[in-house]
Nanobody
Framework: QVQLVESGGGLVQAGGSLRLSCAAS????????MGWFRQAPGKEREFVAS????????TYAGSVKGRFTTSRDNAKNTVYLQMNSLKPEDTAVYYC??????????WGQGAQVTVSS
């Protein structure tokens, strides 16, 4: 079992930056693939980014590539999502998730990110 807790959401103006953190606890959490998803009001949850267990491989959705960066510190069992050049369309609840295999099995409670124009 893995527990995930996000923090760092908030309100920011367009063009600004925010950094989300996801603290993981539980068995072998540092070996999991970690992902970020988001869900805007009235829309389906969508993939944002992922990072493998050692941090050597990252993947991004096209809509955030070049603006968002995910990283991890396994010593702290924490994953980060640095979000720069934020746009109003980035407004959503952001979820941290962990995969031990091919599916994301564990999810955090979500962090609200609101970008004003």
């Amino acid at each position: 079992q893995v527990q995930l807790v996000e923090s760092g959401g908030g309100l920011v103006q367009a063009g600004g930056s925010l950094r989300l953190s996801c603290a993981a606890s539980g068995r072998s959490s540092s070996t999991y693939i970690m992902g970020w998803f988001r869900q805007a009001p009235g829309k389906e949850r969508e993939f944002v980014a992922s990072i493998n267990w050692c941090g050597g491989t990252t993947t991004y959705a096209g809509s955030v590539k070049g603006r968002f960066t995910t990283s991890r510190d396994n010593a702290k069992n924490t994953v980060y999502l640095q979000m720069n050049s934020l746009k109003p369309e980035d407004t959503a609840v952001y979820y941290c998730t962990a995969a031990s295999g091919t599916t994301y099995d564990y999810w955090g409670q979500g962090a609200q990110v609101t970008v004003s124009s």
